[in-house]
Nanobody, 114 residues
Framework: QVELVESGGGLVQAGGSLRLSCASSRFGFSIMGWYRQAPGKQRELVAD???????NYSESVKGRFTISRDNPKKSVYLQMNGLKPEDTAVYYCHGIPSWGGDYWGQGTQVTVSS
């Protein structure tokens, strides 16, 4: 059983910053990323990154969020700057191993006050 363990969520004022971290308990993933789900909305991709460092961002976070990973540490990070109230959501770490499938973290709450 592999776990994706997230940390770094919290409450921040609009314009502030937070850094989310996620570490795999066992193996590394070909693609790692972050999704979020706000109340009453579907879960959506925020950003993902390949093992080689190719990144992909949703339009709503481009220029404000930066995803990165540390392959030896089997970890992925999300630096969130210029946070807005509409960024409020539960953020989930996601991993896709080389053989396919989906692995999810338990989620971490990010709340941005106006």
């Amino acid at each position: 059983q592999v776990e994706l363990v997230e940390s770094g969520g919290g409450l921040v004022q609009a314009g502030g910053s937070l850094r989310l971290s996620c570490a795999s308990s066992r193996f590394g993933f070909s693609i790692m990323g972050w999704y979020r789900q706000a109340p009453g909305k579907q879960r959506e991709l925020v950003a993902d990154i390949t093992r080689g460092g190719v990144t992909n961002y949703s339009e709503s976070v481009k220029g404000r969020f930066t995803i990165s990973r540390d392959n030896p540490k089997k970890s992925v990070y999300l630096q969130m700057n210029g946070l807005k109230p509409e960024d409020t959501a539960v953020y989930y770490c996601h991993g896709i191993p080389s053989w396919g499938g989906d692995y999810w973290g338990q989620g971490t709450q990010v709340t941005v006050s106006s």
